[in-house]
């Protein structure tokens, strides 16, 4: 029998790390592995610090952009699955600057913009079948979170939350109770965990 872990939350060290770059912490084949962003307070990390440069150094390719439309673009590449940390994007952008990849643009106000340099241009062409391999990774990220939070899904969940509210917050509910509902959840849990 495995044991049951909730969608998105896999324990440490579930998975193995990809190839040994950055911090150790690669994508998962469900897409999330511990380490990075992602929402709901739990800290996904999805991409290797050698593939983060990439999909920021594509993303300022297609256009101009600052650090807080690097992040949100991420994010709405994979429906809200992935949200890099500002920690982790505005380093790797001063390291690309520092590689001659990305130069300064012009100022948004306080924030600065990024514009892509003849160097990292030259970068991204001898590396496109990987970054295309990356944006695909993304895709797949939003696939997996609009089925994992789907429609009927999401009304099944937010009806349990609200019949256990109702049940284990009334202050004459009993410890067995208790254990039966546990009980209840972990045979669902094992039943769809065997679809």
Known sequence: MHSYHPVGHR?????????????GHGFSHHGWADGEGGRGGRRHRVFDSSELRLVLLKL??????????LIRAIEDLTGGAYVPSPGVVYPTLTLLQEMGHISEAAA??????????PEGSEHLASRKPEVEALFARLAALADARERTDGGPVRRAMQNLKMVLMDKLERASVKRETIHDVAALIDEAARKIERL
């Open 11 to 23: 324990p440490h060290g579930h998975h193995g790390a990809r190839r040994g770059h950055g911090h």
């Open 60 to 69: 300022i390719a297609d256009q101009p952009r600052h650090g807080y439309e």
């Open 108 to 117: 948004d106000g306080a924030r600065r913009s990024f514009a892509i340099a």
